[in-house]
């Protein structure tokens, strides 16, 4: 079974930098894709960004472009990171940490689309 972990989140002020981790396991071949989502309350959840292992293929949907980075862990290619810089109250949310097996064949990432999902982690921006 597939499981996430995710961790990294807190409380930033605006302009400020977080970096989240999510650590895969539960499966041996590096062929599943994984992606960072986020909810607000209220809203819907939405795909930020996602990652094929290997270096293939990474992206970030646009609303992050430029402030958001996904990598994987030079190491350890089931773990990966969302570099967050200049962060706005308006990234306030639960991140959750994706995984699908399979390539990232959408931007941006679908919730749907994913089978497994961490916990989440909480990003606080506060003025």
């Known amino acids: 079974q597939v499981q996430l972990v995710e961790s990294g989140g807190g409380s930033v002020q605006v302009g400020g930098s977080l970096r989240l981790s999510c650590a895969a396991s539960g499966y041996t071949y590096n062929n599943y894709c994984l992606a960072w989502f986020r909810q607000a309350p209220g809203q819907e959840r939405e795909g930020v960004a996602a990652?094929?292992?290997?270096?293939?293929?990474?992206?970030v949907v646009d609303s992050v472009k430029g402030r958001f980075t996904i990598s994987q862990d030079n190491t350890n290619a089931k773990k990966i990171y969302l570099q967050m810089n200049s962060l706005k109250s308006d990234d306030t949310a639960m991140y959750y940490c994706a995984a699908r097996f399979g390539v990232c064949y959408t931007s941006p990432p679908r919730a749907a689309d994913f089978a497994y999902w961490g916990q989440g982690t909480q990003v606080t921006v506060s003025s």
């Open positions: 990652l094929f292992p290997g270096g293939f293929t990474s992206y």
